[in-house]
T-cell receptor, first 113, second 112 residues
Framework: DVKVTQSSRYLVKRTGEKVFLECVQD?????MFWYRQDPGLGLRLIYF???????EKGDIPEGYSVSREKKERFSLILESASTNQTSMYLC????????????FGEGSRLTVL | GDSVTQMEGPVTLSEEAFLTINCTYT??????LFWYVQYPGEGLQLLLK?????DKGSNKGFEATYRKETTSFHLEKGSVQVSDSAVYFC???????????FGRGTSLIVHP
C-alpha cells in the first residue's frame, strides 16, 4: 500500500515563527500536493509539485512556500506564522498518469498562538 | 471553471438507515468523479470512482452512479453503521488533470 507520512500530527507555534511541515511518500509518485482544511471551507490547494524542484501555486499560496529537493519529500514552509494559518494541513501524492486519485497523509494540525 | 456542490451536513442517521448524500458538478468535457472519505483524525482516502457516464462505482457497501444528464454523482448506502461516521467529499477531475476539484464535504453521524 502507498504510504504518505506527515512528520508531525500536532504542532503549536508562536506568531512570527518559521514552521516546516514535512511529507514523505514511498511509492515513487511524481505529483505531490499540500492542502489546508478548514471547517466549512473544505480542502483548499496551497501548492503542488509535479517533479523534483518544480512547484506550482494552488488556490491560496500567499504566506506559504514549498520545497521539493527529492522525489519522495515535499515540504511546506510558513516563513512567519500567523494566527490565521491555524488549520489542518494535508499532504497528498499521486502518479502523473492517474487522474484525480490522490493518496493522503493523516494530516498535521497546526495551532499558531 | 469546474465546481462541485454537496449537500450541507451534518447528516444524522440511526444505524441501519438508508443514506444518500447528494453531489452535483459543473465541468467542461467529461470528468472523472470520485468520493473520498475522511474518518475522524485521519486523512482522506478514496472510497469509489467512476470515469464515464452511467458507470457505477462501489466499495464497502457504498455506491454512486455517474449521471451525465443531471450532472450528479450521489452517494448511497442501504444500511449505515456507526463505523461509517465520517466526512464524505465528492470530487471531480477533468481534462486529464491529476488535480481534483473537491466539494466542501458532508459530515455523517450515525447513532447506535
Amino acid at each position: 500500500d502507498v504510504k504518505v507520512t506527515q512528520s508531525s500530527r500536532y504542532l503549536v507555534k508562536r506568531t512570527g515563527e518559521k514552521v516546516f511541515l514535512e511529507c514523505v511518500q514511498d511509492m515513487d509518485h511524481e505529483n505531490m500536493f499540500w492542502y489546508r482544511q478548514d471547517p466549512g471551507l473544505g480542502l483548499r490547494l496551497i501548492y503542488f509539485s509535479y517533479d523534483v524542484k518544480m512547484k506550482e501555486k494552488g488556490d491560496i499560496p500567499e504566506g506559504y512556500s514549498v520545497s521539493r529537493e527529492k522525489k519522495e519529500r515535499f515540504s511546506l514552509i510558513l516563513e512567519s506564522a500567523s494566527t490565521n494559518q491555524t488549520s489542518m494541513y494535508l499532504c497528498a501524492s499521486t502518479l502523473r498518469t492517474t487522474t484525480g486519485e490522490l493518496f493522503f497523509g493523516e494530516g498535521s494540525r497546526l495551532t499558531v498562538l | 471553471g469546474d465546481s462541485v456542490t454537496q449537500m450541507e451536513g451534518p447528516v444524522t442517521l440511526s444505524e441501519e438507515a438508508f443514506l444518500t448524500i447528494n453531489c452535483t458538478y459543473t465541468a467542461t468535457g467529461y470528468p472523472s468523479l470520485f468520493w473520498y472519505v475522511q474518518y475522524p483524525g485521519e486523512g482522506l482516502q478514496l472510497l469509489l470512482k467512476a470515469t464515464k457516464a452511467d458507470d457505477k462505482g462501489s466499495n464497502k457497501g457504498f455506491e454512486a452512479t455517474y449521471r451525465k444528464e443531471t450532472t450528479s454523482f450521489h452517494l448511497e448506502k442501504g444500511s449505515v453503521q456507526v463505523s461509517d461516521s465520517a466526512v464524505y467529499f465528492c470530487a471531480l477531475a477533468s481534462g486529464g488533470s491529476y488535480i481534483p476539484t473537491f466539494g466542501r464535504g458532508t459530515s455523517l453521524i450515525v447513532h447506535p
